[in-house]
Protein backbone atom coordinates (compact mmCIF):
# COMPACT_ATOMS: atom_id res chain seq x y z
CA UNK A 1 0.00 0.00 0.00
CA UNK A 2 1.37 3.59 -1.00
CA UNK A 3 2.14 5.51 2.45
CA UNK A 4 0.77 8.77 3.96
CA UNK A 5 3.33 11.23 6.19
CA UNK A 6 1.01 13.18 8.69
CA UNK A 7 2.44 15.51 11.16
CA UNK A 8 2.17 14.31 14.84
CA UNK A 9 -0.10 16.68 16.45
CA UNK A 10 -1.50 19.91 15.97
CA UNK A 11 -3.64 22.54 17.97
CA UNK A 12 -6.26 25.06 17.02
CA UNK A 13 -8.74 26.89 19.10
CA UNK A 14 -12.45 25.86 19.69
CA UNK A 15 -14.90 27.44 16.93
CA UNK A 16 -11.36 27.99 14.34
CA UNK A 17 -10.96 25.77 11.29
CA UNK A 18 -8.61 23.25 11.15
CA UNK A 19 -6.80 22.15 8.57
CA UNK A 20 -5.16 19.28 8.72
CA UNK A 21 -2.87 18.09 5.94
CA UNK A 22 -1.27 14.24 4.78
CA UNK A 23 1.27 13.81 2.13
CA UNK A 24 0.91 10.48 -0.42
CA UNK A 25 3.53 11.38 -2.68
CA UNK A 26 3.50 7.99 -4.15
CA UNK A 27 0.04 7.49 -4.59
CA UNK A 28 -1.21 5.50 -7.42
CA UNK A 29 -4.42 6.06 -10.07
CA UNK A 30 -6.74 3.91 -8.43
CA UNK A 31 -5.88 5.07 -4.89
CA UNK A 32 -8.06 6.73 -2.83
CA UNK A 33 -7.78 8.98 0.20
CA UNK A 34 -9.55 8.32 3.27
CA UNK A 35 -9.79 9.82 6.22
CA UNK A 36 -10.73 7.81 9.76
CA UNK A 37 -10.72 9.50 13.12
CA UNK A 38 -10.32 7.93 16.91
CA UNK A 39 -11.89 9.81 19.83
CA UNK A 40 -10.25 9.13 23.19
CA UNK A 41 -11.42 5.51 24.26
CA UNK A 42 -13.63 4.62 21.29
CA UNK A 43 -13.10 3.05 17.91
CA UNK A 44 -12.24 4.91 14.78
CA UNK A 45 -15.02 6.61 12.83
CA UNK A 46 -15.43 7.09 9.15
CA UNK A 47 -14.90 10.72 8.18
CA UNK A 48 -14.90 11.32 4.33
CA UNK A 49 -13.15 9.86 1.52
CA UNK A 50 -12.47 11.22 -2.24
CA UNK A 51 -10.38 10.42 -5.37
CA UNK A 52 -9.67 13.61 -7.14
CA UNK A 53 -12.14 15.74 -6.49
CA UNK A 54 -12.92 18.02 -3.26
CA UNK A 55 -15.00 16.70 -1.34
CA UNK A 56 -18.14 17.91 1.65
CA UNK A 57 -20.51 16.09 4.05
CA UNK A 58 -21.75 17.21 7.07
CA UNK A 59 -18.67 16.40 9.28
CA UNK A 60 -15.93 17.55 7.05
CA UNK A 61 -14.48 18.85 3.67
CA UNK A 62 -11.60 16.97 1.98
CA UNK A 63 -9.20 19.22 -0.66
CA UNK A 64 -7.54 16.91 -3.00
CA UNK A 65 -4.53 18.71 -4.41
CA UNK A 66 -4.37 18.62 -7.86
CA UNK A 67 -1.46 16.00 -8.44
CA UNK A 68 -3.15 13.95 -6.01
CA UNK A 69 0.06 13.38 -3.68
CA UNK A 70 -0.98 15.11 -0.69
CA UNK A 71 -5.03 16.21 0.66
CA UNK A 72 -6.31 18.31 3.33
CA UNK A 73 -9.17 17.29 5.91
CA UNK A 74 -10.80 20.61 6.86
CA UNK A 75 -12.87 21.08 9.80
CA UNK A 76 -14.64 24.53 9.58
CA UNK A 77 -15.51 25.21 12.56
CA UNK A 78 -13.86 22.85 15.58
CA UNK A 79 -15.55 22.13 19.13
CA UNK A 80 -14.26 20.21 22.01
CA UNK A 81 -15.62 17.19 20.59
CA UNK A 82 -13.25 17.01 17.53
CA UNK A 83 -10.05 16.17 19.65
CA UNK A 84 -8.83 12.93 18.30
CA UNK A 85 -6.07 11.29 16.32
CA UNK A 86 -7.28 11.54 12.36
CA UNK A 87 -6.00 9.13 10.07
CA UNK A 88 -5.37 9.88 6.50
CA UNK A 89 -5.37 5.73 4.64
CA UNK A 90 -5.14 5.07 1.41
CA UNK A 91 -7.20 2.39 -0.41
CA UNK A 92 -6.43 0.70 -3.57
CA UNK A 93 -10.06 -0.10 -5.77
CA UNK A 94 -8.20 -1.18 -8.84
CA UNK A 95 -6.87 -4.81 -7.62
CA UNK A 96 -9.19 -5.27 -5.24
CA UNK A 97 -11.50 -7.69 -7.06
CA UNK A 98 -14.43 -5.76 -5.93
CA UNK A 99 -13.79 -7.16 -2.33
CA UNK A 100 -13.31 -5.26 0.76
CA UNK A 101 -10.18 -5.09 2.45
CA UNK A 102 -8.48 -4.09 5.58
CA UNK A 103 -7.38 -0.73 6.58
CA UNK A 104 -3.76 0.40 6.98
CA UNK A 105 -3.07 3.11 9.56
CA UNK A 106 -0.11 4.86 10.52
CA UNK A 107 0.46 7.11 13.55
CA UNK A 108 -2.51 9.94 12.44
CA UNK A 109 -2.57 13.37 13.49
CA UNK A 110 -3.25 14.01 17.26
CA UNK A 111 -5.65 16.93 17.13
CA UNK A 112 -5.70 18.87 20.51
CA UNK A 113 -8.89 21.39 20.89
CA UNK A 114 -8.31 24.27 22.66
CA UNK A 115 -11.47 26.21 24.80
CA UNK B 1 -29.40 1.52 13.58
CA UNK B 2 -27.79 -0.71 15.87
CA UNK B 3 -23.94 -0.29 15.27
CA UNK B 4 -21.22 -2.58 15.56
CA UNK B 5 -21.46 -4.48 19.31
CA UNK B 6 -18.13 -6.28 20.92
CA UNK B 7 -18.34 -7.95 24.15
CA UNK B 8 -17.04 -7.75 26.78
CA UNK B 9 -15.83 -4.39 27.03
CA UNK B 10 -13.19 -5.21 29.60
CA UNK B 11 -11.94 -8.56 30.10
CA UNK B 12 -9.05 -9.10 32.59
CA UNK B 13 -7.67 -12.46 33.15
CA UNK B 14 -4.32 -14.42 33.98
CA UNK B 15 -1.14 -15.92 31.50
CA UNK B 16 -2.91 -19.43 30.17
CA UNK B 17 -6.41 -18.83 30.53
CA UNK B 18 -8.13 -19.46 27.10
CA UNK B 19 -9.78 -15.43 25.98
CA UNK B 20 -13.07 -15.08 23.21
CA UNK B 21 -13.85 -12.05 22.23
CA UNK B 22 -17.21 -11.18 20.29
CA UNK B 23 -18.38 -9.70 17.30
CA UNK B 24 -21.68 -8.86 16.19
CA UNK B 25 -21.34 -6.90 12.72
CA UNK B 26 -23.91 -4.30 11.74
CA UNK B 27 -26.97 -6.30 9.80
CA UNK B 28 -26.62 -6.66 6.20
CA UNK B 29 -22.57 -6.24 6.42
CA UNK B 30 -20.95 -9.10 4.40
CA UNK B 31 -17.28 -8.30 5.74
CA UNK B 32 -15.92 -8.67 9.48
CA UNK B 33 -12.32 -7.17 10.38
CA UNK B 34 -10.31 -7.84 13.95
CA UNK B 35 -8.00 -5.48 14.42
CA UNK B 36 -5.34 -4.75 17.55
CA UNK B 37 -4.16 -1.38 19.11
CA UNK B 38 -1.63 -1.08 20.86
CA UNK B 39 0.47 1.59 22.32
CA UNK B 40 3.57 0.38 20.97
CA UNK B 41 2.06 -1.01 17.65
CA UNK B 42 -0.46 1.47 17.18
CA UNK B 43 -3.89 0.19 15.05
CA UNK B 44 -2.99 -3.44 13.41
CA UNK B 45 -5.19 -5.50 10.96
CA UNK B 46 -5.60 -8.87 12.44
CA UNK B 47 -7.86 -10.64 10.10
CA UNK B 48 -10.85 -10.25 7.94
CA UNK B 49 -13.88 -12.36 6.45
CA UNK B 50 -15.48 -11.75 3.52
CA UNK B 51 -19.20 -13.55 3.13
CA UNK B 52 -18.07 -15.41 6.35
CA UNK B 53 -14.90 -16.93 4.68
CA UNK B 54 -11.71 -15.72 6.10
CA UNK B 55 -9.62 -14.20 3.26
CA UNK B 56 -6.51 -12.47 4.63
CA UNK B 57 -5.35 -13.76 8.38
CA UNK B 58 -1.45 -12.89 7.19
CA UNK B 59 -2.01 -9.95 10.48
CA UNK B 60 -2.88 -12.80 12.87
CA UNK B 61 0.11 -13.05 15.60
CA UNK B 62 0.86 -16.46 16.20
CA UNK B 63 -1.32 -19.51 16.47
CA UNK B 64 -2.64 -18.79 19.32
CA UNK B 65 -4.91 -16.81 18.14
CA UNK B 66 -7.84 -17.98 15.89
CA UNK B 67 -11.00 -16.19 14.55
CA UNK B 68 -13.96 -18.14 13.39
CA UNK B 69 -17.43 -16.30 11.69
CA UNK B 70 -19.96 -19.38 11.86
CA UNK B 71 -22.70 -16.45 10.42
CA UNK B 72 -23.09 -13.27 8.84
CA UNK B 73 -23.97 -12.29 12.28
CA UNK B 74 -21.33 -13.39 14.87
CA UNK B 75 -17.32 -13.59 14.96
CA UNK B 76 -15.17 -14.59 17.27
CA UNK B 77 -11.54 -14.10 18.11
CA UNK B 78 -9.81 -16.53 20.46
CA UNK B 79 -6.36 -16.54 22.15
CA UNK B 80 -5.30 -19.56 23.24
CA UNK B 81 -3.35 -19.72 26.12
CA UNK B 82 -3.13 -16.07 26.21
CA UNK B 83 -0.14 -13.87 27.18
CA UNK B 84 0.74 -11.15 29.17
CA UNK B 85 2.07 -8.93 25.64
CA UNK B 86 -1.83 -10.07 24.10
CA UNK B 87 -3.01 -7.25 26.49
CA UNK B 88 -4.34 -4.47 23.74
CA UNK B 89 -7.52 -2.96 22.85
CA UNK B 90 -9.29 -5.03 20.20
CA UNK B 91 -11.54 -3.65 17.87
CA UNK B 92 -14.06 -5.79 15.40
CA UNK B 93 -15.34 -3.39 12.36
CA UNK B 94 -17.64 -4.67 9.84
CA UNK B 95 -18.84 -2.97 6.07
CA UNK B 96 -20.21 -3.72 2.44
CA UNK B 97 -18.34 -5.56 0.66
CA UNK B 98 -19.10 -4.75 -2.50
CA UNK B 99 -16.77 -1.74 -3.05
CA UNK B 100 -14.10 -0.91 -1.01
CA UNK B 101 -14.80 2.75 -0.74
CA UNK B 102 -17.31 1.37 1.75
CA UNK B 103 -16.60 2.83 4.90
CA UNK B 104 -16.01 0.45 8.14
CA UNK B 105 -17.64 0.49 10.66
CA UNK B 106 -16.02 0.04 14.18
CA UNK B 107 -17.20 -0.67 17.64
CA UNK B 108 -16.58 0.47 20.60
CA UNK B 109 -13.47 -2.17 21.08
CA UNK B 110 -12.71 -4.86 23.95
CA UNK B 111 -9.78 -3.88 26.63
CA UNK B 112 -7.86 -7.10 27.34
CA UNK B 113 -5.71 -6.71 30.32
CA UNK B 114 -3.26 -10.44 30.57
CA UNK B 115 -1.46 -10.57 34.02
Known amino acids: DAKTTQPNSMESNEEEPVHLPCNHS???????IHWYRQLPSQGPEYVIH???SNVNNRMASLAIAEDRKSSTLILHRATLRDAAVYYC????????????????FGKGTHLIIQP | DAGVIQSPRHEVTEMGQEVTLRCKPI?????LFWYRQTMMRGLELLIY????????DSGMPEDRFSAKMPNASFSTLKIQPSEPRDSAVYFC?????????????FGDGTRLSIL
Open chain 2, 93 to 105: ASSLRYYSNQPQH
Open chain 1, 26 to 32: TISGTDY
Open chain 1, 50 to 52: GLT
Open chain 1, 89 to 104: ILRDVGNSGGGADGLT
Open chain 2, 27 to 31: SGHNS
Open chain 2, 49 to 56: FNNNVPID
